[in-house]
């Protein structure tokens, strides 16, 4: 099982960045998606999540209508847009595969089973 | 939205028992999942589901929840314990992340 990051770099505020996720070893278009960051020197802050097929999308208040998270399951590939970026969007980002826990055909929670390496977002001037 | 506490620090000596905890508001009516990272590398899942160990982690890593108390313990604390630990909730509509607990092995 794998997961690599791409797609980081130094942008300026208000610009964009989209981030990519390749993976292999599993059946992708099986799991649920996460995008985690880590700011310098700070703890883990979710950003999004995708369903298995794509239908279902969350957000973190810090990213919502300015993120968007989606993924390719025919290309194996997860991926987020990142719009109007500003200096807090700073940080490492990883993508890691959902788990989830089913009650009568309804997932009820979703954790983080196998993580990337992360790719490194600076938004500075 | 939920919130989770965790000591900013624990400090355990070579060969003892670490508790780390992750506090909440009835936490346990909630399924907690917990993580470590090491200085300079992505986290790892230790605990999932409770008290769950994950393919690979060793069973001196184990879990508890009830009231309003998670728990990681860690038994026979080795030098590679050493980490940031985070413990983790899902809020039915987002994933929610206690601030992280560092673990010193002295």
């Known amino acids: 099982v794998q997961l690599v990051e791409s797609g980081g770099g130094v942008v300026q505020p208000g610009r964009s960045l989209r981030l990519s996720c390749a993976v292999s070893?599993?059946?992708?278009?099986?799991?649920?998606m996460h995008w985690v960051r880590q700011a310098p020197g700070k703890g883990l802050e979710w950003v999004a999540l995708?369903?298995?097929?794509?239908?279902?999308?969350y957000y973190a208040d810090s990213v919502k209508g300015r993120f968007t998270i989606s993924r390719d399951n025919s290309k194996d590939t997860l991926y987020l847009q990142m719009n109007s970026l500003k200096s807090e969007d700073t940080a490492v980002y990883y993508c890691?595969?959902?788990?989830?826990?089913?009650?009568?055909?309804?997932?009820?929670?979703?954790?983080?089973?196998?993580w990337g390496k992360g790719t490194t977002v600076a938004v500075s001037s | 939205s939920y919130e989770v506490t965790q000591p900013l620090s624990v400090s355990v000596a070579l060969g003892q028992t670490a508790r780390l905890t992750c506090g909440g508001n009835n936490i346990g009516s909630e399924h907690v999942h917990w993580y470590q990272q090491k200085p300079g590398q992505a986290p790892v899942m230790v605990m999932y589901r409770d008290n769950k160990r994950p393919s690979g982690i060793p069973d001196r890593f184990s879990g508890s929840n009830s009231g309003n108390t998670a728990t990681l313990t860690i038994s026979r604390v080795q030098a590679g314990d050493e980490a940031d630990y985070y413990c983790q909730v899902w809020d039915s509509i987002t994933v929610v992340f206690g601030s992280g607990t560092k673990v010193t092995v002295l």
């Open positions: 890691a595969r959902g788990g989830t826990v089913v009650v009568i055909s309804t997932v009820v929670d979703y954790y983080m089973d196998v």
């Open positions: 995708t369903s298995y097929d794509g239908r279902k999308t």
């Open positions: 070893g599993f059946s992708f278009s099986s799991f649920p």
